[in-house]
Each structure stands twice: as structure tokens, then as C-alpha cells.
């Protein structure tokens, strides 16, 4: 069993494309056991594509990937896929959709109940401590469709947890909330991340929030890693000058 401070996730020299569009062209990273590490770049830099080569969904063209222990050049392993949990990007979701708080939580269970077992009492129990832990349990049979933008980002964070994973991948979890629900998930991501003993990888366009609750930052353009280090090492305005170059809307 690795210990804290170990390499968990290794990736080398990953090259990634999308028919014609190169996503990555050559990222080498490594994250030890218990950091949390920030995803920032422009759009197009290849964030995304980069958390989907630790969920073992990335296609490589060429290079190598590990994560905990368990190559995943050839696919993800079943066994680690459970291990993994993951917060896609906010979706847009049909009011109508028949299906309440607990039972979105509860499908992040599947993955360790598999296809033939019903849920049990213990994953009941994992159900609602994540949903508590999320400040959720009030809400547990409100239809998922019928709740703001935050409250289905607590959800969907939860729905993660209840996997009991060992990484924790966030794709851009405060985007298009407003400045209190960015503030609140941010310090959420913070607090699971730290309670849980996760190791976390979370893509963000909240440089200074980032800059608060991340050990590390990795800034990316056109593909590349292009810095990264303490957050009071490359959140200089000369450096993000030459990342963002003159686009505007940088959240700060
Ligand atoms: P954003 O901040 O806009 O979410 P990102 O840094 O996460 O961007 P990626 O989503 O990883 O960037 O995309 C990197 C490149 O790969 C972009 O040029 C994008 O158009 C391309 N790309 C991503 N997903 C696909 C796909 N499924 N099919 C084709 N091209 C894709």
C-alpha cells in the first residue's frame, strides 16, 4: 500500500490528438499521494484531456501512464477505475428527470456493487455521510433537475465520494456559479480533499481561490505543461501575461 508522499500518478511524455487537433504533445507530470494539484491554462490547453489520460479515457498516441501503481497504456483496469472519482463539468440538466439527490449519490456505488448486487445497508450508510458531508441531506428527494447550480455541484461531488476513491478529478467545478457558490465549492473541494486524505486534480479557472487550497499549480498552453510549482512561485503577473496573453475574463 503506498504512503503518503508517494508517486501516485506518473505520466510521461503523453501525446493525445483528436483526429487533427494535438491535445497534448509531450506532458510529463507527476502528483504524490495527498497533494492537490490545480489545472490552469487558456481554453483549448488541454486540461480536460489531460484528466481524462489519469481516468484511463485518454487515447495516447505516444508515451506512458500510471496511476497507482497500474499501467494504463492498455485501458483502465476495472479494479482502478473505482479508485478514481470524477466531477465532470457542469451539465445542463432536464427538470423533468426522474431521478432525486440520493439516488444520483447512489449511483456512485455501481462501480464497487457491480451489475448483480443490490445496494445494502452499508452502502446506504455511504450514501447519506457523503451527501452530509457535502451539506446535502436536506435535499436528498428533491428531483436532481430542481436545484441550483452549487447544490448540483455538492451533488455531484458526492456522487464521486460515495465511490470511496483514492484520486479525486474535478473538471472546472465553479464554472458558471456565482461568486458565493464558486467561494463555498472551492472550500469544499479544500476540506474533502484534506478530510478524506485524497490525492486531488482539479482543472479550474479560479486562479486565486487555485492559489489558496492548491499545493501545487500546473500551468498548460497549446498542449504543453509550460510551468509549474508553488502557487506564490507562477501566479506572477508576468507569467500569467504570457499564458492568458491578452484575453480577457480571467476569474480571479
Ligand atoms: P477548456 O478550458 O475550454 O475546457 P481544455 O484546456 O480543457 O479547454 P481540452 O478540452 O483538453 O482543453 O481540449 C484540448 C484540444 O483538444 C482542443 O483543441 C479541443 O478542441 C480538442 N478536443 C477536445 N476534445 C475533443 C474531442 N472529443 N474531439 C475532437 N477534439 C477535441
Not at 506532458?27 to 494539484?37: A, F, I, P, Y
Not at 447544490?151 to 470511496?164: D, F
Request: glycine residues 10%.
Amino acid at each position: 500500500m503506498p504512503s503518503a508522499g508517494d508517486v501516485i500518478i506518473k505520466i510521461e511524455d503523453a501525446v493525445v490528438s483528436y483526429r487533427e487537433d494535438v491535445a497534448l504533445r509531450g506532458v510529463t507530470l507527476t502528483v504524490r499521494r495527498g497533494e492537490l494539484v490545480g489545472i490552469i491554462g487558456p481554453n483549448g490547453a488541454g486540461k480536460t484531456t489531460l484528466l481524462t489520460l489519469v481516468n484511463g479515457l485518454g487515447k495516447l498516441l505516444r508515451g506512458r501512464v500510471e496511476v497507482l501503481g497500474y499501467s494504463l497504456n492498455g485501458g483502465c483496469p476495472d479494479i482502478l477505475r473505482k479508485r478514481i472519482g470524477y466531477v465532470p463539468q457542469i451539465q445542463n440538466i432536464d427538470p423533468r428527470m426522474p431521478v432525486n439527490v440520493w439516488e444520483v449519490v447512489m449511483m456512485g456505488r455501481y462501480g464497487r456493487l457491480g451489475l448483480l448486487r443490490r445496494p445494502g445497508s452499508t452502502d446506504r450508510q455511504v450514501v447519506d455521510c457523503m451527501l452530509k458531508l457535502v451539506g446535502m441531506s436536506h435535499l436528498a428527494s428533491r428531483p436532481i433537475g430542481h436545484l441550483s447550480g452549487g447544490e448540483q455541484q455538492r451533488v455531484a461531488i458526492a456522487r464521486a465520494l460515495a465511490q470511496e476513491p483514492d484520486i479525486l478529478l474535478l473538471d472546472e467545478p465553479t464554472t458558471g456559479l456565482d461568486r458565493r457558490a464558486r467561494v463555498e465549492i472551492m472550500a469544499l473541494v479544500n476540506e474533502i480533499h484534506r478530510s478524506r486524505h485524497l490525492t486531488t486534480l482539479m482543472v479550474t479557472h479560479e486562479l486565486r481561490t487555485a492559489a489558496e487550497v492548491c499545493d501545487r499549480l500546473v500551468l498548460m498552453k497549446e498542449g504543453r505543461i509550460w510551468i509549474q510549482g508553488k502557487p506564490e512561485e507562477v501566479l506572477r503577473e508576468e507569467i500569467l501575461d504570457l499564458l492568458y496573453g491578452d484575453e480577457e475574463g480571467i476569474c480571479s
